[in-house]
């Protein structure tokens, strides 16, 4: 039998579904920064983007077991590494901790009250997130490491059968009668 090894996502596939729901939460943050905008607030983008990506995939994981749209278009799932379902602490662990990496190692601006992100140290965290998926066997990243999980591939959705043999019964007429030995014999005498 397989190794798990065999069953653990690619980082291709994991980087394809991460852009897809980076695509979608930058919309949604698009959306609110408007509306915010338009009511006279002033929002803070970067805080905004980390809020909507928490917040994106903490519902999606809870409720799509495991997936957000990304990762269902790409045929992949987060489980926990000891097998099961995942637990609250796990999703929130794991939604909460990349935008973590990314506003960790950002600067507060006490004048303006807003948050500026460092391009050159927000790279380096995203590279060595990158770096462990293709270095680790398991291809796990921080996130994996620190939520107890692993993101495997699912499995593909299997046909329905029909049984093997016609399920007759002796009051069955569902599908018909079912076969008789001729009263006569003559067609089972050669």
Same mark, same amino acid.
């Given at each position: 039998?397989? #190794?798990? *090894?065999?069953?653990?996502?690619?980082?291709? &596939?994991? +980087?394809?579904?991460?852009?897809?729901?980076?695509?979608?939460?930058?919309?949604?943050? =698009?959306? =609110?920064?408007?509306?915010?905008?338009?009511?006279?607030?002033?929002?803070?983008?970067?805080?905004? =983007?980390?809020?909507?990506?928490? #917040?994106?995939?903490?519902?999606?994981?809870?409720?799509?077991?495991?997936?957000?749209?990304?990762?269902?278009?790409?045929?992949?799932?987060?489980?926990?590494?000891?097998?099961?379902?995942?637990?609250? $602490?796990?999703?929130?662990?794991?939604?909460?901790?990349?935008?973590?990496?990314?506003? +960790?190692?950002?600067?507060?601006?006490? &004048?303006?009250?807003?948050?500026?992100?460092?391009?050159?140290?927000?790279?380096?965290?995203?590279?060595?997130?990158?770096?462990?998926?293709? +270095?680790?066997?398991?291809?796990?990243? =921080?996130?994996?490491?620190?939520?107890?999980?692993?993101?495997?591939?699912?499995?593909?959705?299997?046909?329905?059968?029909?049984?093997?043999?016609?399920?007759?019964?002796?009051?069955?007429?569902?599908?018909?009668?079912?076969?008789?030995?001729? $009263? *006569? #014999? &003559?067609?089972?005498?050669?």
């Amino acid at each position: 039998m397989a #190794g798990i *090894d065999s069953y653990v996502a690619a980082p291709k &596939k994991r +980087l394809s579904a991460a852009f897809v729901d980076l695509l979608l939460i930058g919309l949604a943050a =698009v959306i =609110v920064y408007v509306l915010e905008d338009a009511f006279g607030y002033q929002p803070d983008y970067g805080a905004l =983007v980390a809020l909507a990506y928490f #917040g994106y995939h903490a519902l999606f994981m809870q409720f799509w077991s495991g997936q957000t749209p990304g990762r269902r278009a790409f045929d992949i799932i987060v489980i926990p590494s000891s097998g099961g379902a995942l637990t609250m $602490t796990q999703i929130l662990l794991r939604s909460a901790l990349r935008p973590i990496v990314i506003l +960790l190692p950002t600067t507060a601006s006490l &004048k303006t009250g807003t948050l500026e992100l460092n391009p050159l140290i927000t790279t380096l965290a995203l590279f060595a997130e990158v770096a462990l998926m293709y +270095l680790i066997p398991m291809r796990r990243t =921080v996130a994996d490491f620190v939520s107890r999980c692993i993101v495997v591939n699912a499995p593909p959705l299997q046909p329905h059968r029909a049984p093997a043999v016609p399920m007759y019964s002796a009051t069955d007429a569902e599908f018909g009668y079912p076969p008789r030995r001729p $009263t *006569d #014999g &003559k067609d089972w005498e050669r």
